[in-house]
């Protein structure tokens, strides 16, 4: 089956850029979607189809998707961008989720 | 605005059965796929199962396939998940959520959740 890599936890000082990366075998073919999670609340689409973003969203967050990885980057973070966030992609009629990185801003 | 409100998690014990459902509201919903995703206690996000807007489509996780099945009411705007042989690590948070395209003829893995409900805790424990 097939699986999304992320790592466990990301660091940012306020303002600068995090980069929070899912890996998976040729990625870069599929669209990646990104979710993020506030404790106790239900996840957000915050990205969709590897670099749009739903109304709403912030233009701090942006996306790629090349090769085998997928990143969410986040310009200029702000103390409210820390939370869960959970890459998704579709392979073979199931839909994956990546295990989740939590963001912590310093 | 969309909304949707699942309902029916409860404690079962092992092996028992459980019938959850989403109700949603301030969307066509009879023209959207649907689908169930779950996160057990302090872990990630699990995909469950989609469903067509005709139902004639519908996908299974490894993990919940022959056990689960995902049933809708397009006339009463509501998504079902049939739950059987429940185990322990059944146990988790389920959400109902949209899964839309923005194009026309999408292929699948143009497909993204972009509404979720608030979620509904399953227990499995005896």
């Known amino acids: 089956s097939y699986e999304l890599t992320q790592p466990p936890s990301v660091s940012v000082s306020p303002g600068q850029t995090a980069s929070i990366t899912c890996s998976g075998d040729k990625l870069g073919d599929k669209y990646t979607s990104w979710y993020q999670q506030r404790p106790g609340q239900s996840p957000v689409l915050v990205m969709y189809?590897?670099?749009k973003r739903p109304s709403g969203i912030p233009e701090r967050f942006s996306g790629s998707n090349s090769g085998n990885t997928a990143t969410l980057t986040i310009s200029g973070t702000q103390a409210l961008d820390e939370a869960d966030y959970y890459c998704q992609a579709w392979d073979s009629s199931t839909e994956v989720f990546g295990g989740g990185t939590k963001l912590t801003v310093l | 605005q969309v909304q949707l409100v699942e309902s029916g998690g409860v404690l079962v014990k092992p092996g028992g059965s459980l019938r959850l459902s989403c109700a949603a509201s301030?969307?066509?919903?009879?023209?959207?796929?649907m689908s169930w995703i779950r996160q057990a206690p302090g872990k990630g996000l699990e995909w469950v199962s989609y469903m067509s807007p005709s139902g004639r489509t519908r996908s299974y996780a490894d993990s919940v396939k022959g056990r689960f099945t995902i049933s809708r009411d397009n006339a009463r705007n509501s998504l079902f998940l049939q739950m059987n042989s429940l185990r322990a690590e059944d146990t988790a948070i389920y959400y109902c959520?949209?899964?839309?395209?923005?194009?026309?003829?999408?292929?699948?893995?143009?497909?993204?959740?972009?509404?979720w409900g608030q979620g509904t805790l399953v227990t499995v424990s005896s």
């Open positions: 189809q590897d670099t």
């Open positions: 959520a949209t899964r839309t395209c923005s194009n026309t003829n999408c292929h699948p893995m143009e497909y993204f959740f972009d509404y």
């Open positions: 301030g969307f066509s919903f009879s023209d959207y796929y």
